[in-house]
């Protein structure tokens, strides 16, 4: 009769120090280095999912996630910008799914830290949404072009 008494016990022990309220690790990958370097990384993340319709002119990426990975999942959250030449745009849009619904409307979201490649809000409006799974390979965001000749990708998982 202890045994069991002792079992229930230390179960709920264990259930409230794993349920305690404590925040989610966070960090972030940022893609530093000279603007060739951000080019051939940025590429290479996104040819494993789709060709590039052209080439860049630049890149730059952040990737914020929470939580470790290892209790749990963690959640990402990712941000590139592309800059291309304007003559290329054509290529870009065609090869772009349209927005999905459960994408829509498009909301503007920024990195925690903030990156002065990263969209400014005041020109969110500006852009066409696309879906982020070629370029990104999930689901969940959007791609928006804006018709400068930057390109913006925010992708998130949960």
């Known amino acids: 009769m202890i045994f069991p008494i ?3 016990a230390l179960f709920c022990a264990c259930s409230v ?3 305690s309220p404590r925040k989610a690790a966070e960090s972030t990958h940022e893609l530093l280095g000279t603007q060739a370097e951000r080019i ?3 590429t290479k993340m996104i040819t494993r999912n789709s060709p590039l319709p052209s080439s860049l002119i630049d890149a730059n990426f952040i ?3 929470t939580g470790d990975g ?3 999942p963690s959640d990402l959250a ?3 910008a592309l800059n291309v030449a304007p003559a290329d745009f054509p290529a870009w849009k065609a090869a772009q799914a349209p927005l999905e619904a459960k994408n829509m409307p498009a909301k503007y979201v920024a990195p925690k830290k903030t990156q002065s490649w990263w969209l400014p809000a005041g020109d969110f409006a500006g852009l066409e949404f696309y879906s982020p799974k070629s370029l990104t390979g999930r689901y969940n965001g959007w791609v928006g072009i804006a018709p400068d000749g930057r390109i913006f990708l925010y992708s998130f998982t949960m």
């Open 17 to 19: 120090i794993a349920c």
């Open 6 to 8: 002792m079992s229930l």
């Open 63 to 65: 990737e914020e996630q």
């Open 40 to 42: 051939a990384a940025v």
């Open 78 to 80: 990712s941000f590139c």
């Open 70 to 72: 290892k209790l749990g």
